[in-house]
């Protein structure tokens, strides 16, 4: 028999209250006396319900009529109910809640868990998904960007029938030579508008190649590179990735973190833009890889890719070229070059293939091959 | 401790509120419930979602008593489940087929009525104040005409955003009930125009400063400044820059309204029984506390989470209070039945904001 336990006993569903004390019967009863020890209520153990042990919190033991005995004495209702044979679940998460060490541990847990699913088990979700995507909705999607670019940034081709001719045939040279083989690509001309020279690659595998952007050509090599790195992205269905990446990021820090309100806020932008721009990064990275083994494949140096690269910078950024910049999604110019340089040679090992996202800078605007 | 206290003079007693959580204490509860969440892969978040709920209304006080929350965490993984679900199929279909977002939009302005009161009335019926519980008795209509077509009025004719929030505010705090009372607020909408006009005033002030030190940081090419250490800065980094200053003024802006519209809203709230709440928040303390926990959740990598939901907490509650001779042994609670926690999640994961 323990000792009886001090608190209050509120009326059934009331407000009104008077000091109590709580104590275990022989029979598994839970008995709420008076401080005259006049018997306010009595129920039997297995219908009461007792709220479970957090930090200081007031304890709680609601009877089956409404009624509530209730006391700052945690430890004291700890004994209580384990006379009355109800100390269940409940505690060991609050013994858990109570030790620093095991709060170091889950911070840890917490670190180790954070970025095996954001840098390793996302992108492998992303993947597995992307390549799981139907045909249909990669068409669609594809068409539906197409027209929403040609409304708002894309003008119409200014290039002459023969120049397109030209470019075309580069173009399926090139095909031939990429992961996808002839059939799997499409090339279609507009003017830059805002977007400048630039490329890109949509999910079906349209490639979309800016006017502006031929025209800053000088040789064959360098337009077969920026193909080769567009129909890299087409075969790893990095649009798509990008697409579950930004879909899949959101979803999974509501799960964890619980609620996107306040404070969560600000700081769920901040990480998601940064673990973007990291894996975008990745691809380019991957884009650039086999694109250079594409342009060996046909007997060029891929070089000239570092070299166009590098001119494209300073038609847009001016003499000095894009300085590398924190945010954005493209590795830094200087570095994509060096290592397009360094392909002349032969690939690169693939122990340096790994996504590095905290190496390089990246420039938000220098738009080079997209 | 703050308790009750008639007043000398013989005006109305002043039962006071306070936070009592401690910073270090919750972020023990925090990262430990984290962790389980993590490696439960999720499904423990409904049972740390209790315990945090939990522990914020138990430590707050209110005449000596701790207000409570009851919510059962198996209706909140349901509730969870669906909403996800919602939530991947939509963000999916609007990135595969952005024309679909009308059909969304559609479906979503008809949910929001039901959405609302649900999530609302799910929050209170799981909330007590010693052994009475709240209650919620918002009509799907109502919260049409209040989250929906005085939405679409605000979003149509900016001008009536400050009338909005009113309508927004009445509709929230005159359906809630404690014990089978009702709680009654009403202000001139003059009152929120003013406020809003000043929030309006900052906002362009901040947008030009924003510019002005965007503009100045790139010209400036800090690296020189600092001697050696390079910080790559160049035009490109403008908008960036202007979006950071822009994005943390706007929230010190936004808190600092907010806390002026609740003061407005709850300062006036009256509860049947001889009861008027009290809000005396300052606008400019909040907004400092916002924006410097803000700062230092960003510094500390997200360790400094529970320790300013604490502080806030803190100084938030400390500045609420309930006035009035009313009998607070005189409240009982109505028969309620429990209310699932399906719209109180998926509201959660589009983060509608109901309430204040």
Sequence with gaps: MTAPLEGRYFHPNAARHVPARASATADRMLRIEDESGTVLAQAAARSVKSTARLARLTRRFDLPDGARFETEDNDGADALLRTLRKLRHGRLTDRLERAWPVALLSAAITLAAGYYFFVQAMPMAAEWLARKTVPLVAHTMSEQTLRALDRFALKDTTLKPAEQARAQALFTRTAAHAGGGAGAYRLVFRGGGPIGPNAFALPDGTVVMTDELWKEVKNDAEVEGVFAHEMSHVDHAHQLQRVYEASLFPATLVIFTGDMSQVSQMTAILPSLIVESAYSRGFEQQADDDGAATLRAMGEHPSHMAEFLERLDKKVCGKTGCPPSWLGDHPDTAARAARLRREDKGPIPASEDCLKPWRSGISLHCLAFN | ?356
């Design chain 2, 1 to 356: 401790m703050t308790d009750s206290a008639a007043q000398p003079d013989g005006s109305a007693a002043i039962h006071g509120v306070e936070f009592r959580g401690r910073g270090a204490e919750y972020f023990r509860i925090w990262i430990v419930n984290l962790a389980l969440t993590l490696l439960t892969l999720g499904l423990y978040s409904a049972w740390a979602k209790v315990r945090t709920q939990r522990y914020f209304y138990g430590n707050t006080i209110l005449a000596g008593h701790s207000f409570e929350y009851h919510a059962k965490p198996w209706r909140i993984l349901i509730g969870r489940a669906i909403a996800l679900t919602l939530f991947v199929g939509y963000t999916l279909s609007v990135v595969f087929f952005p024309f679909t977002f009308g059909l969304w939009f559609l479906i979503l302005a008809a949910a929001m009525p039901w959405l609302a009161n649900s999530s609302i009335r799910f929050n209170a019926r799981n909330t007590s104040w010693r052994n009475v519980r709240f209650d919620f008795s918002g009509t799907y209509f109502e919260a049409f005409m209040a989250y929906v077509v005085w939405t679409a009025a605000a979003l149509a004719l900016f001008p009536l955003a400050p009338l909005t929030r009113r309508v927004h505010d009445y509709f929230y705090i005159n359906h809630h009930r404690f014990g089978g009372r009702s709680f009654t607020t009403d202000f001139p909408g003059r009152r929120i125009y003013v406020i809003y006009l000043f929030g309006f005033i900052l906002i362009v002030a901040m947008v030009v400063a924003a510019l002005a030190i965007a503009g100045a940081l790139v010209e400036l090419h800090i690296h020189k400044l600092l001697g050696g250490v390079t910080i790559p800065l160049g035009p490109n980094d403008f908008a960036p820059i202007a979006f950071v200053v822009f994005g943390l003024g706007s929230l010190f802006v936004g808190s600092f309204i907010t806390t002026l519209v609740t003061n407005l809203s709850i300062g006036n709230t009256t509860l049947e029984g001889g009861f008027k709440l009290v809000s005396r928040a300052s606008g400019l303390r909040v907004a400092w506390i916002v924006l410097s926990n803000t700062f230092l959740i960003l510094l500390t990598l997200g360790l400094y989470y529970p320790f300013a939901r604490v502080r806030l907490a803190r100084y938030r509650m400390r500045k609420y209070a309930v006035r009035g001779d009313g009998d607070l042994d005189a409240f009982a609670s109505e028969a309620l039945t429990a209310q699932n926690a399906i719209g109180e999640e998926i509201a959660g994961f589009f983060d509608f904001g109901f309430g204040l």
